[in-house]
Nanobody, 123 residues
Framework: QVQLVESGGGLVQAGGSLRLSCAASGRTFAMGWFRQAPGKERAFVAAITESGDSTYYADSVKGRFTISRDKSKNTVFLQMNSLKPEDTAVYYC???????????????????WGQGTQVTVSS
């Protein structure tokens, strides 16, 4: 069983920045971030492979968000810059704990999920 603890959400003005963190209690392979806005389905944001050599982004966040990981601390980060009101959502960290062939961009790739952290961007 892997527990994921997220932190770093909050309220920020449009154009501002936030950095989300997600600490895992056990070994993980790929890790990702998803978000869910009110009345919408959970959507892929970013993912990173176990080695950290490859990263993937939703088109809506490319060039503004950066995912990274610190393997020594079993932690993944999401640096969010140039935030827009449409980025407002609950952000969820996800971890792959058993190897899967599902795409990194799909929730089915991941075995464990964090509790979610609210990000609100005001205009």
């Amino acid at each position: 069983q892997v527990q994921l603890v997220e932190s770093g959400g909050g309220l920020v003005q449009a154009g501002g920045s936030l950095r989300l963190s997600c600490a895992a209690s056990g070994r993980t392979f790929a890790m990702g971030w998803f978000r869910q806005a009110p009345g919408k389905e959970r959507a892929f944001v970013a993912a990173i492979t176990e080695s950290g050599d490859s990263t993937y982004y939703a088109d809506s966040v490319k060039g503004r968000f950066t995912i990274s990981r610190d393997k020594s601390k079993n932690t993944v980060f999401l640096q969010m810059n140039s935030l827009k009101p449409e980025d407002t959502a609950v952000y969820y960290c996800a971890a792959e704990a058993s190897l899967s062939f599902s795409p990194l961009t799909t929730p089915s790739r991941y075995d464990y999920w964090g509790q979610g952290t609210q990000v609100t961007v005001s205009s």
